[in-house]
């Protein structure tokens, strides 16, 4: 047996890896308590919060939007119960899958349920993937439901515009939270899933009509289908509007309108209600607001014929002889011009190195003031424009409200153009030429309108002066009360013409009627004053030989604009209907059978 000796070079390595042994066990130690703390203490909530949504889930109820109805009672905008698919996507396993077997059960495309899909950052909240399930899909999901789990069909309420396209641009239509708008205060709180006003009054009153969402608490088992519900807050649905418009005048202003590009606009001369906001081509809210695809949407908006486009508030068109009603009104309040002043109308007016011509070959002869605007003659115009000047025209055009929006509840207005010397130098970095105001006397070259600026501009020229702010709610019933809260009209202005300036404008837009242009909208019931217009084109047309047919895209625009009954005005009009000639035969019957149809109805059945 021999003896072993531990050399004390040997015992201090040992108790050296010993000290190291310690050290890392304290470290490790160290860690693991540091990590469990950070779990519990920091992290704590939001594990918890997670294990939680294991088990338990909380389901946002989509309010009821407010109802919509026309000045009558007529309901309008409805909702109607819906199916829709939700998905939470913490219980999803394979997304490629899902989406598939979607595509593949109710034709929903893949790339649409992934896109939703990749929006949601929160994995425990619900996702919408489609609205208005059919009941032959709702059944295939429930079918499928192990195979596809994380799914829900949840019944709410869904959007529907009671007459289809009818009002479409008015209305406007609803649409899911965009990703962008849920960051805007006016959004603030809403979830993925939640619809909102995207267009019309839909956008303008969504906060009035939008309602607040509700809240239900579920139990859910492993695979995240629903076992018992814990709590309900029910949802409080949105207030109701009351609108201006009249729907049997805008039914019939659609119609005439056919399948023509153009608009219509009828408003109240007395307070400024739109009575009829009709644009041509329109859309079908419904089609918009159940949930399309990019492809449908994509059609839509690259449409040529632009029916998204509510030509009433943004179409600018060069408002033609229409114009003229300005033209004069700067001349009776002008020293520089007496409605007596006569000219000679021979077909022409040479002008620097242009010739100018009238419409009417050979010339209309001599014309004072209301002749010339009974006849419509040009050339008394072009003299007239070029004696005032284009500052003078621009400063009664504004005063009927041209060349700036109307205010009208719509998004989206567009304000036209009103061009004056010191508008060139700063837009165009340009000086006026004299030439130029010649085209502007007749409502042509820079000058542009919308429809619905000529429509408040002849409620002013009917009433005596007062402009009004097209108002398209008349009142809001508020859903907890139940009382009606009236919207009461809102005057933009005065045009500060004399009484006896508006009596010789008015005559002589009665004369039109009569006598004149616009004999198309001359009436056994009623008295009719209004203005025809032909808006040329020729600044986007190419040459044509004499005779030759021009093509309809570059055929001229037709406005007519009108009041009655001249007495006693209750209705100002403006219609225009594109490329198709001449005002007094095409746009003038349209402003004639409204004004007849709206005047008997009213007679028959006073506004409610």
Known sequence: MSNVSVQPDDFKKLQRRLLYLRLGLLVGIFLIFSRLGYLQVIKGSYYRDLSEQNRVRTLNIRPARGLIFDRQGELLANNVPSFNLYMTLEDIRDREALAAGLEHLIGLPSDETKKRLARQARSYLPVLLKTGLTLREAALIEGHRLDLPGLRIQAESQRSYVNGPLAGHLLGYVGEVSAEQQDEPAFAGLVQGSFVGKTGVEKTFDQVIRGKPGQKTVEVDARGTERKTLSVQEQTSGDDLYLSIDVPMQRMAENLLGNESGAVVAIDPNNGDVLVMASRPTFDPNVLSHGITGAVWEQIANDIRHPLTNRAIQGQYPPGSTFKIMVASAALESERWSPETRVHCAGAYPFGNHVFRDWKKGGHG???????????????????????????????????????????????????????????????????????????????????????????????????????????????????????????????????????????????????????????????????????????????????????????????????????????????????????????????????????????????????
């Open 366 to 608: 001599s014309m004072d003031l209301e002749q010339a605007i009974v006849n419509s003659c040009d050339v008394y115009f072009y003299v007239l424009g070029n004696r005032i000047g284009v500052d003078a025209i621009a400063v009664a055009a504004h005063q009927y409200g041209l060349g700036e929006p109307t205010g009208v509840e719509l998004q989206g207005e567009r304000p036209g153009t009103v061009p004056s010397t010191e508008w060139k130098r700063k837009v165009r970095k340009e000086a006026w030429y004299p030439g130029e105001t010649i085209s502007v006397a007749i409502g042509q070259g820079y000058v542009t309108v919308t429809p619905l600026q000529m429509a408040a501009a002849m409620g002013a020229v009917a009433n005596g002066g007062t402009l009004y702010r097209p108002r398209l709610v008349r009142a809001i019933r508020e859903r907890s009360t139940g009382q009606l809260r009236d919207i009461p009209p809102v005057e933009r202005g005065e045009v500060p013409m004399r009484e006896n300036s508006f009596a010789i404008l008015q005559n002589a837009l009665q004369g039109v009627v009569t006598h004149g242009t616009g004999g198309r909208a001359k009436s056994k019931f009623v008295d009719i004053a209004g203005k025809t217009g032909t808006a040329q084109t020729v600044g986007a047309r190419p040459n044509f030989e004499k005779g030759q047919d021009i093509p309809k895209q570059f055929r001229d625009h037709a406005w007519f604009v009108a009041f009655a009954p001249v007495l006693n005005p209750r209705v100002a009009i403006a219609v225009i209907v594109e490329n198709t000639g001449h005002g007094g035969t095409f746009a003038a019957p349209i402003a004639k059978a409204l004004i007849e149809e709206y005047l008997k109805e009213h007679d028959r059945q006073p506004d409610s």
